[in-house]
């Protein structure tokens, strides 16, 4: 799982990402908080603050460089050399960071 960095609107609105909390090398929690007005219209029905917990081979927050993602499935990229079918896939809605995470961002040739 990669998390990608804010974008220069999101960076002016938010500050940080509060409702994704990395739990550790392995683990997410995803956090939907309802406001006060909504959470009244519905009285203690689906309309409340939930946590979801997601556990994945790997989590790679907003400031994990391509290095480290590449570090990851540098043996996958071996193995599709070697003449193996290999897949990485790559899944989100639109915006979520899908080509950031396969071709990487602005300034790519400085990460290391």
Known sequence: CRMRPLLGEEKEAIDE?????????????????????????IAGGLNKNMKYDFEFDRVFGPNSSQGDVFSE????????????NVCVFAYGQTGSGKTFTMEGGPGIEDDE
Request: proline share 0%; charged share 20%; glycine share 6%.
């Open 17 to 41: 990402v509060r409702h994704v909390n990395i739990q550790s090398e392995k683990n997410l929690e995803l956090i939907k908080t309802v406001d006060g007005a909504a959470n009244e219209s």
């Open 73 to 84: 499935i540098s043996q996958l990229v071996q193995s599709a050399l070697d003449g193996y």
